[in-house]
C-alpha cells in the first residue's frame, strides 16, 4: 500500500501514485503527456528553477539515476536507444521551472528528421508535452504504468527515501 506522500514540481502536485524510483536527490515519475510511450521526467527534490542552482551532488544523482532508469526503459520500451534532456530556462523550452530531464526511448524511423523530437518539446510544435490540446492521461492510467515500473526498481524505490 503506498502511502498518500505528495511531490512538488515546480507548481504542480505530484501524487505517491505517480512515482516509480526514489533517490537520494531526485525522484523518476510518468509522465502526464508522453510524446512516446516510456517518456518519463527525473525530477530533482529541491525544487529550483535551473541546473546551475543545483549542488554538485544533486547534479550527479540526476545523471546516475537518468543511466539508471534509461537502461530499464530502453529495455522494456522496446528502444534501441535514448533521447535525455534537460531544458534550463524558459528560452530553452522549460514549461515547468523546477530542474527536470525527460528520458524518452527511441527507435529507428520514430521521427523523420531525428532531431524532430526537440520540436516536440519546443513551443514549434502544437503536440507538445504542455500544450493544452493535448490530452492528458488519467491518474489510472499514471499509476498503472509507474506501478509497473516500479517493479524494475525494488532497492531504488522505498517510502523511507
Not at 498518500?4 to 505517480?18: A, D, K, T
Not at 527534490?45 to 540526476?62: G, H, Q
Not at 522494456?76 to 530531464?101: F, K, N, R
Amino acid at each position: 500500500m503506498l502511502l498518500s506522500r505528495v511531490y512538488e514540481f515546480g507548481p504542480h502536485v505530484i501524487p505517491e501514485s505517480q512515482v516509480f524510483y526514489k533517490s537520494k536527490f531526485c525522484i523518476g515519475l510518468v509522465n502526464l503527456k508522453p510524446i512516446v510511450p516510456g517518456h518519463v521526467l527525473i525530477v530533482s527534490r529541491r525544487n529550483v528553477p535551473r541546473v546551475k542552482d543545483l549542488r554538485p551532488e544533486e547534479v550527479a544523482d540526476i545523471m546516475i539515476s537518468a543511466q539508471t532508469i534509461g537502461t530499464v526503459v530502453e529495455k522494456q520500451y522496446q528502444a534501441t536507444s535514448l533521447t535525455t534532456v534537460i531544458q534550463d530556462g524558459p528560452e530553452a523550452g522549460q514549461s515547468v521551472a523546477h530542474v527536470h530531464m525527460h528520458v524518452i526511448p527511441r527507435k529507428a524511423g520514430d521521427w523523420a528528421n531525428n532531431d524532430d523530437i526537440y520540436d516536440e518539446l519546443s513551443a514549434k510544435k502544437k503536440a507538445r508535452v504542455d500544450n493544452e490540446a493535448r490530452k492528458p492521461r488519467s491518474a489510472e492510467e499514471m499509476r498503472q504504468e509507474a506501478e509497473w515500473l516500479r517493479t524494475f526498481f525494488p532497492e531504488n524505490y522505498s517510502n523511507d527515501l
